[in-house]
């Protein structure tokens, strides 16, 4: 055993010894036998190893590259169709309201003088008429068609034609001219009118008047009442989402001449108290570089209509009276039947609008009142699933969640009754009973020259919220919220009526 031991320490010595080789002084060792990284791996395998680690790392790489340039596709992908499913914006860039002639003017005492020259009205519906105009909170420079107040019969389609063409291109003439914008650029028109709907349609009248281009999307809506400048609102937003880079148009107004009534049943005169020349024209876009340049941008539009109740259907209702004369009757149930109106639609409303601490202070006294007065069953009194007369809804604080109210002014018990309801204050209301002081009622156009009375003022700032609110036969309640995208600091120009 020690043998062997010396025998392996003299041999590893030898080894090593021969390996010392001294060259110019410095000291290099060389294994005497075949090494397992030199001679004894055959050169191919080597070269071999080396491809294969090579192969392999470029493999990798291409892998992680195309897994990236995948990712990346997809990413891309997703973002797009993101974009392009989202709806589009919608910018009102401008708006006018058409401001008749001085020579149209007419004050309240010449509405009554001039029906007593008529001869078509008794002494009962004159005096019926002036109590009406007394109270109305119409003042006395507001505008009808000379053909009225010329005793001449106004129902005709010449006398609703000259009417239409005098409103509806004054409004559009003066569109044009603000927003730079020329008639063939349009892409989508809207015009409603409930009462006069001739053949060719008033839209038709547009278009060759301004000689449109031939593929324009044009749409003619009659009979939808005071509230179809919201519903014409709608379907140019419906338009423009189908439709990019578009600009659409909405024309609002009524025929009052061509409406007027000549006979003796009061439900029926009550429209001759309040209707009035008007006329608003809107320029609308879904282009995006026209973000800098809009005033406002449209935000929500709810819809309500109350047409599956008779009673609601029937409250606003155009037919003859018993002389074959055609008008308007409005029922004595109206403000009963907008209150309920009115109620659906803010209830739709408030989620999209209010803040959640009024949102859920509204729910919590929902809830409360469920609990303390809705309890049925059999008790006794008015603690028996029924509430005591002097307990009053929550209603929520919408002058949180506006800071401008455009309300239809369709006359001063509506607005007297709205302002009750809804709590707001006489500034929140003084655009829309200045307008009914000034133009009257203007049917669907009356919330713009709300509007423009708001403008006028300068008290529109950039990001203010706008809740414009119309009411029409039917019987509809609808709701358009604006956001303001710049501050309206100019004073007024010879454009807006309100100068």
């Known amino acids: 055993m020690a043998r062997n031991q010396e025998e392996h320490h003299l041999l590893s010595t030898e080894i090593v010894n021969r390996g010392m080789e001294s060259s110019s002084g410095s000291m290099t060792f060389s294994p005497p036998y075949p090494c397992l990284c030199s001679s004894s791996v055959p050169r191919s395998a080597v070269l071999a190893g080396k491809s294969y680690g090579g ?7 291409r892998y992680d590259l195309a897994t990236v340039l995948a990712f990346f596709g997809v990413f891309v992908f997703t973002l797009s169709v993101y974009f392009m499913s989202r709806p589009r914006s919608i910018y009102l860039l401008n708006f006018a309201c058409y401001r008749p002639h001085d020579n149209l003017k007419v004050s309240k005492e010449e509405i009554i003088e001039q029906a007593r020259k008529s001869g078509k009205f008794d002494e009962a519906s004159l005096q019926f008429q002036k109590r009406i105009l007394e109270s109305s909170g119409i003042g006395d420079e507001t505008y009808l068609p000379k053909a009225i107040m010329s005793g001449e019969n106004c129902s005709t389609m010449k006398e609703g034609r000259a009417e239409a063409s005098m409103v509806m291109f004054g409004a559009l003439d003066e569109l044009f001219e603000k927003t730079r914008v020329r008639p063939k650029d349009v892409g989508v028109l809207v015009v ?32 939808m009442g005071c509230s179809a400048g919201i519903i014409a609102l709608d379907l140019a937003r419906d338009m423009l989402q189908a439709n990019p880079n578009n600009y659409a148009v909405v024309v609002s107004t009524e025929m009052v001449g061509y409406n007027w009534y000549p006979g003796k049943e009061r439900s029926m005169l009550i429209p ?25 941008r449209l935000e929500h539009i709810v819809r309500t209509h109350k047409g599956a109740d008779d009673r609601s259907f029937r409250c606003v209702y155009q037919e003859e009276d018993e002389q074959r004369f055609k008008g308007i009757r409005v029922s004595k149930d109206l403000m009963e039947i907008g209150g309920d109106a009115l109620k659906t639609n803010i209830t739709t409303l408030g989620p ?6 009024e949102q859920l202070l509204f729910f919590a006294t929902l809830v409360w009142r469920h609990f303390l007065f809705g309890g049925g069953g059999g008790g ?13 809804p929550y209603i929520p604080d919408y002058k949180l969640a506006f800071e401008h109210f455009c309300v239809h002014a369709a006359s001063k018990q509506v607005l007297d009754e709205l302002q009750r309801n809804l709590e707001l204050s006489d500034k929140n209301m003084e655009a829309s009973r200045t307008t009914l002081h000034r133009f009257g009622n203007t049917s669907s ?5 709300e509007l423009a009375y708001l403008e006028a003022k300068q008290r529109v700032k950039r990001g203010d919220r706008i809740w414009q609110l119309s009411f029409g036969s039917g019987f509809k309640c609808n709701s358009a919220v604006w956001r303001s995208l710049r501050s309206i ?3 007024p120009t010879n454009n807006n009526p309100w100068l």
């Not at 192969?55 to 790489?61: K, L, Q, R, V």
């Not at 006329?279 to 876009?285: D, F, T, V, Y």
């Open 55 to 61: 192969s392999f790392w470029d493999s990798t790489a």
């Open 192 to 223: 409603n009118c409930s009462i006069f709907n001739p053949t060719p349609s008033l839209s038709a009248m547009i278009i060759n008047h301004y000689k449109m281009r031939g593929n324009i999307l044009s749409f003619n809506l009659g009979g």
């Open 272 to 296: 001759n108290c309040f209707f009035r020349m008007g006329c608003s024209a809107l320029l609308l876009s879904n282009r995006r570089p026209d973000y800098r340049r809009a005033k406002y």
């Open 352 to 357: 999209l609008v209010l803040p959640f601490s």
């Open 380 to 392: 006794h009194g008015s603690s028996a699933g029924s509430q005591p007369s002097n307990s009053k």
């Open 445 to 449: 156009s009356s919330i713009w020259y």
């Open 489 to 491: 600091t100019k004073p």
